[in-house]
């Protein structure tokens, strides 16, 4: 595992979360004391004092904004206002990373009997972890490039 999967893993258990059912925002948020908002603009961070909100786009699926704002809120400092684009547009990078494993654990995902077919894989991660079927698909592409040679490493050990 490299160091953003460990970072998450260790967030989680200090969390006492083991299971993709206890992945919600609202579970989450309650446990590091974060405020949820929810409307209609795009979703966003912020910390005002030590209250730290979240204010969630309803239309979007709820996981994955979460998840995004919460790397901003774990991984970043300062107001994107009054920062130069191309270091925006690097902790956008940053954040959508953190995005796919916090939404999707590779401790959590690698637990799971995946059908060898891809789609159906998809549509596995899809359904446990709440998230969209694109969102599953980067997440399954990401876990294949950097797990493949340990799962491979794995089958032939058997």
Same mark, same amino acid.
Do not use: K, W
């Given at each position: 595992m490299n160091y953003l999967e460990d970072s998450i893993r260790n967030l989680y258990s200090r969390l006492n979360i083991v299971t993709p059912t206890e992945l919600t925002v609202e579970n989450i948020a309650d446990q590091l004391n974060i405020e949820i908002m929810y409307w209609d603009e795009p979703s966003q961070a912020f910390s005002n004092?030590?209250?730290?909100?979240?204010?969630?786009?309803?239309?979007?699926?709820?996981?994955?904004?979460?998840? +995004?704002?919460?790397? +901003?809120v774990l991984l970043h400092a300062g107001d994107q206002m009054y920062m130069d684009p191309l270091f925006v547009e690097y902790q956008e990078i940053k954040a959508?990373?953190?995005?796919?494993?916090?939404?999707? /654990? &590779? &401790? #959590?995902? #690698?637990?799971?009997?995946? /059908?060898?077919?891809?789609?159906?894989?998809?549509?596995?991660?899809?359904? &446990?972890?709440?998230?969209? /079927?694109?969102f599953a698909c980067r997440r399954l592409n990401h876990f294949i490039n950097n797990h493949l040679h340990t799962l491979t490493n794995a089958q032939k050990a058997v």
């Open positions: 004092d030590d209250v730290i909100f979240i204010f969630l786009n309803r239309s979007l699926v709820q996981s994955e904004e979460f998840c +995004h704002e919460l790397g +901003h959508n990373n953190f995005a796919l494993h916090a939404a999707v /654990p &590779t &401790t #959590m995902l #690698m637990e799971l009997n995946l /059908p060898s077919n891809y789609f159906e894989a998809v549509s596995v991660i899809q359904d &446990t972890f709440s998230v969209s /079927p694109e």
